[in-house]
């Protein structure tokens, strides 16, 4: 038998998830174990080793953003309702200041295993390992940070006017080949699940909130990344995600088709004509109605065939991030 697969740094964490998604074998006979990663670090240059109101409002939005996260690993749905406090508990952040300065550094290691531990028999231990690993790198990772602020920038960029432009431009984070390949690689990664591309969406809010220390604190850097008081106010405060419901019919692939007793039956869907990200759909309701249903969505699966459904979508931002399959066409 081979030994535990360890996981102790972001290079490490990096080098695996390209692995995984080549389809390259790797032994998880013995599982395995995070060791000193993911860890996020927050430093204000003028701090006096305290922690502001403004500070500690963007760190409790970082915390629903794990909160969260923890519940789409675990339940495949983003529903603090059904968290309990225990399980709250678990994944509560502790954020440790170095003296002398505003230093801040919160160890993820403890509640990614947690997450991962939890999510045992509900998906495959290839399955946890890559949901663990895009976790921890959408978390902390600074070409993920980098990313966030470049994605920020140009959507501020694209809605001014044409002379503001140029130094908006001049604010953005130049990266490496490597980061951008990363950033590719991850993003690869989220297409493919519904899981992921949800945190990817939660964690770019998480990261524009903490971004935004430096708007009040002064220039401050996010997980190695410098967030100058000019780039925060440029970016302003993130957004809240609206939210709408509405019928779509259409063609879908299914990618996935499962479930378990305690969540029921589930699947992963992408539209026919659109190489877009996945998302889950539950079929609750409509299994009621029909005994057939769930053969159909597996048949769809099994076969690689589309299948026309209409589907009750919730948006956020003109993105499906959960729907309900309400009849087969």
């Given at each position: ?177 490597q980061e951008t ?67 779509i019919q259409a ?79």
């Open positions: 038998m081979g030994d535990i697969l360890l996981i102790s740094n972001e290079d490490e964490a990096w080098r695996l998830l390209e692995r995984l998604q080549a389809g390259l074998p790797v032994d998880l006979s013995n599982g395995f174990q995070l060791s000193g990663w993911p860890k996020m670090t927050i430093y204000v240059k003028s701090g006096d080793a305290s922690i502001s109101s403004e500070m500690m409002e963007s760190l409790l939005a970082y915390q629903d953003m794990i909160y969260r996260s923890a519940s789409l690993i675990i339940r495949e749905k983003d529903d603090l309702r059904s968290q309990t406090l225990a399980e709250r508990e678990k994944f509560e952040i502790r954020v440790r200041v170095t003296e002398g300065s505003t230093k801040g550094e919160v160890d993820l290691t403890a509640i990614l295993q947690e997450v991962a531990r939890e999510s045992i028999g509900k998906m495959s231990s290839t399955e946890i390992l890559i949901a663990i690993l895009a976790a921890g790198l959408y978390w902390t990772s600074s070409t993920m940070y980098k990313t966030y602020m470049n994605n920020k920038l140009e959507e501020k960029k694209l809605e001014s006017k044409d002379k503001e432009r140029a130094a908006i431009r001049d604010q953005q984070i130049e990266m490496s080949k390949e990363r950033a590719k690689l991850l993003s690869a990664t989220a297409q493919k699940s519904a899981i992921i591309a949800q945190i990817d969406d939660l964690s770019e809010d998480a990261a524009i909130e903490l971004f935004d220390i430096a708007a009040t604190e002064g220039d401050t850097t996010v997980a190695g990344v410098e967030a100058t008081t000019r780039r925060a106010e440029i970016m302003g405060k993130r957004k809240r995600r609206s939210s709408t419901s509405e019928n063609e879908f692939l299914v990618t996935k088709a499962d479930g378990t007793p305690e969540d029921g039956f589930k699947a992963q869907l992408q539209f026919k004509d659109d190489e877009g990200r996945v998302f889950t759909a539950t079929l609750a309701n409509l299994l009621i109605a029909s005994d057939d249903a769930e053969n159909a969505i597996r048949n769809a699966f099994w076969e690689k065939k589309s299948i026309e459904l209409v589907i009750n979508a919730k948006m956020f931002d003109d993105k499906i991030s959960e729907a309900e399959v309400v009849a087969i066409v």
